[in-house]
């Protein structure tokens, strides 16, 4: 019986049938990158919201701390959604807030930022990062995706094997010997 097996079996009740052993997951590649990126915008959500005064010293950004701290609040959130089913629209929000950094820290990447090389820097690690959540993303949503699909059409269907008229027929039939009976 493998590791996880032998996981699986401890939260069973008495009674459920025992797990021999696990096979492969259904999960991807790119729902693992999923599953990592959500885990790093969480914990980088985290250090901007605690630490937004001295990341903002690092940057030559001061004055800037609740931008920082409202881009945390956006990391956990595109976190969480990055973990959750609907993990498409957390890494395209990740993509998203990747675009608002990098335009804030352009925005820091002056002559006179005393800061500037911490700024290149942080552009460099961004620009990174921005592009395993591009490939996350179209990954996962190329993935999960339906499009490229036709929608399937249940126009023609009433629900009743033999049809709608069949079913009328036999509600007829059915008040008829009802009518009759009494």
Known sequence: MNVVAKLTNITRSPG?????????????????????????????????????ERI????GMSGKQDLIRAYGAREIS????????????????????????????LSAYRHDN???DNVGIALAVVAGIALLDIIGAKGVTARHSRRGTKPR????RSGFPAG??????????????????A
């Open 56 to 59: 903002a010293g690092a940057l």
């Open 153 to 156: 059409d249940y126009s023609d």
């Open 16 to 52: 459920d049938p025992k797990v021999l052993q696990a096979g492969p997951s259904v999960a991807g590649a790119f729902d693992g990158l999923a599953r990592k990126l959500g885990w790093f915008s969480i914990a980088l959500g985290v250090v901007e919201l605690v630490g937004a």
């Open 164 to 181: 709608t008229a069949a079913a009328r027929d036999f509600a007829r039939s059915e008040r008829g010997q009802e009518s009759g009976a």
């Open 78 to 105: 595109s976190g969480i959604l990055s973990l959750s089913v609907d993990k498409q629209a957390g890494l395209w929000s990740r993509v998203a807030g990747d675009g608002l950094d990098i335009a804030t820290l």
């Open 114 to 116: 005393p800061k500037r």
